[in-house]
């Protein structure tokens, strides 16, 4: 069965120097307040404060885009119930990665990790990380905008001081990532107060006529949903550290259960606070919606917005870091990355390599100027490889359903999940067809030429073998063992 790990797996196994020794782990650290911090801070990123305009620019009106944000919502909760299931049957960190290494074997588990760890996490926690930087240095620029290297330069020292928390201690990383996320809950807290106050003083004409000017086309709604979902985006994140978690079988449904819903409402609550302090158009010309609201409703306290903003960003990069790195650890152990990425610091018992290459490509994408069309494409392949592990999970519930699973999932559920997929990926291409999907796809496919010298013929060069061993030597680094099921 392809559900089971056989030993010997690592192209390396037999020339191990700690074989016959105890191996190290990564420790069970995280329990379900950190749980639902690292979904829950993972989601509330920039993309609140910045999204809302782009989704009531492609909707049309106020209702629409209200119930693009429900939708959002209930999509990522039912993409993260099904997630609970697999999480329940493949006890393994990793996420997508090794959910479909499990079902569908090495080929398409090596394409999603390549594309994975060298484009998708690198990218978006450069996103975050340049949003935080641009909100971080607003107030030392005021009237103008920020010199882009001082912007880069910021979001670069973000990346640093993350990589230097996540390789010192697991637990000091999941303890800023609680601080961080009730902050913000605060900082959404203030703007969903601020809007009820407005609204029980009257200020509810822009609920009227609510659907007037609503578009109605299959592409406009399809990049609503990439907007929306943009800000939902964190939603799986627990799944990649299923062998840190305290009792998985327990902790993953609940954290989901209490995460995912959590946000929905705070989500939903801020924009209509937003909409009840300005009219559609105005939220329409507004750079940063948040920013605008603090201006007209806080006045002289609107710098709160701005400090909310840029340790909401820090809070969700962090997150973002932290399961990114696992990513790359976990491809590694199953010998789809270089064996140097799968080990663990002797006495931190963190992923540091992994964390390191995580950072290093990280502040490429930053150095290498704009890439905003990347953020645009993420939800493209983000989708793709869902809707590839969400029918892996209906493969399992027919093909397997004597697996022992802890927690399951009506079937119906992974059904709306996959058609929600399939639709995200094909009404951009069928509707507003652009050259950047055909450079994603190309990239992809471009794993094929590594794929089969270096994984399905396990060729490695002797000098690859030497660098590791001196790698190891010089970050103190050693290979770890699977979390027993």
Not at 311 to 335: D, H, K, M, P
Request: aromatic share 12%.
């Amino acid at each position: 069965s392809t559900m089971k790990r056989r030993t010997g797996d690592s192209p390396h196994s037999s020339t191990d120097p700690n074989e016959g020794k105890e191996k190290l782990r990564l420790k069970q650290e995280v329990g379900l307040i950190s749980g639902v911090s690292l979904i829950a801070g993972t989601m509330i990123g920039s993309g609140i404060f910045m999204s809302p305009e782009w989704v009531l620019h492609h909707m049309g009106s106020p209702a629409s885009s209200l119930l693009i944000w429900a939708a959002c919502g209930v999509l990522a909760m039912f993409g993260a119930l099904s997630y609970a299931e697999l999480g329940t049957i493949i006890k393994e960190s990793g996420g997508e990665y090794i959910y479909i290494l499990r079902t569908f074997g090495s080929f398409p588990a090596f394409l999603f990790a390549y594309t994975s760890v060298i484009l998708v996490r690198p990218a978006g926690l450069a996103a975050v990380c340049l949003s935080f930087a641009e909100y971080a240095v607003a107030p030392f620029y005021p009237g103008c905008s920020p010199p882009q290297v001082v912007v880069k330069c910021t979001a670069a020292a973000c990346i640093l001081i993350l990589t230097i928390i996540n390789c010192l201690n697991v637990r000091l990383a999941t303890s800023i990532m609680n601080i961080f996320t009730a902050a913000k809950l605060l900082a959404l807290l203030m703007i969903v107060v601020g809007g009820l106050v407005l609204l029980a003083k009257g200020q509810t004409q822009n609920f009227q006529n609510a659907f007037q000017n609503t578009t109605a086309g299959i592409g406009a709604v399809g990049v609503a949903f990439y907007q929306g979902l943009w800000s939902y985006d964190g939603w799986n994140n627990l799944n990649y550290v299923t062998e840190e978690l305290k009792k998985p079988e327990v902790t993953l449904p609940r954290a989901v259960m209490i995460a995912i819903p959590l946000v929905t409402c705070l989500y939903l609550l801020v924009n209509v606070s937003y909409l009840a302090a300005m009219t559609p158009s105005e939220l329409l010309s507004s750079g940063a919606v948040a920013v605008t609201w603090g201006d007209k409703v806080l006045g002289s306290w609107a710098w709160l917005i701005s400090l909310s903003v840029a340790l909401s960003t820090f809070g969700s990069s962090n997150g973002t870091f932290f399961s990114g790195g696992r990513v790359c650890y976990i491809a590694a152990r199953e010998g789809h990355m270089p064996d140097i990425l799968s080990m663990a610091h002797v006495r931190c018992l963190t992923p540091s390599p992994a964390l390191l290459f995580t950072s290093a490509m990280s502040l490429i994408m930053i150095t290498s100027g704009t890439f905003t069309s990347i953020v645009n494409f993420f939800s493209f392949i983000a989708w793709l490889f869902y809707g590839m592990t969400i029918s892996g999970l209906l493969y399992l519930k027919i093909k397997k359903p004597e697996l022992p699973r802890s927690y399951k999932v009506p079937i119906i559920i992974p059904i709306i999940v996959l058609m929600a997929a399939v639709y995200l990926v094909l009404a951009p291409i069928i509707d507003q067809p652009e050259i950047e999907i055909l450079y994603v796809a190309l990239f992809i496919f471009s794993g094929v030429i590594l794929y089969f010298p270096l994984v399905r013929f396990k060729w490695h060069p002797r000098f690859l073998q030497r660098l590791t061993l001196h790698l190891q030597l010089f970050l103190e680094v050693a290979p770890t063992t699977r979390v027993a099921d």
